[in-house]
């Protein structure tokens, strides 16, 4: 189960696992803000009902904070017992970061040109995305006119490449929710076994 502060990234989470061959076995759940969403994450680990162990991630834009400090702070909202079975993952800064990482997948979704996306590539400030500040206001220059967030998360989402991608917390987040697959993978295998 992923856990996510908003629509957007919900839609660019359920991309990559219908990439990743695995839109059956993860279950994604979208709250009104960070605030609901860490209000929400012991409740919701702890009332969940599976013969599966489940596999948790909790996600969650940085905004202003330190990230490591959100990240000890969201871990621990986790009950004790699913500590184990659990990983949190800040989108640093923003989930716009993930987009400007594959320019790619900007030309793909036809939002700039291929000549836009040589620009990207060519500037130092996008080499290393985890430091980007400001990727949303980036974004929106780059891409010249408004076209609202859930449209973005639904025309992106579609285009990411999980290799090309060269933010690096795009490819923390992508092995987290291959460590969860492959965790439920093998409690189900357990289950139908009978152990």
Not at 10 to 31: F, N, P, Q
Request: charged share 25%.
């Amino acid at each position: 189960m992923v856990l996510v502060e908003e629509p957007s990234i919900r839609i660019v989470i359920e991309a990559i696992c219908g990439k990743l061959g695995a839109s059956d076995l993860v279950r994604i759940l979208e709250h009104e803000g960070k605030s609901d969403l860490e209000r929400s994450i012991a409740r919701k680990i702890n009332g969940w009902r599976s013969p599966v162990l489940p596999y948790f991630i909790v996600s969650r834009d940085l905004d202003a904070s330190e990230r490591q400090a959100l990240r000890t702070r969201l871990l621990a909202l986790v009950p004790p017992h699913a500590l184990g079975r659990t990983k949190v993952r800040v989108i640093v800064p923003e989930l716009e970061s993930w987009y400007l990482g594959d320019p790619a997948a900007l030309v793909a979704a036809g939002v700039i040109t291929p000549a836009a996306a040589q620009r990207i590539t060519a500037q130092a400030k996008f080499r290393d995305l985890c430091t980007l500040t400001g990727a949303k206001a980036e974004f929106r220059k780059i891409v010249g006119q408004p076209i609202g967030q859930i449209r973005t998360a639904h025309l992106l989402g579609a285009h990411l490449d999980l290799e090309r991608n060269n933010c690096r917390n795009f490819h923390a987040f992508v092995e987290a929710l291959r460590w969860a697959i492959h965790g439920v993978t093998a409690e189900l295998g357990r289950v139908e076994e009978g152990g």
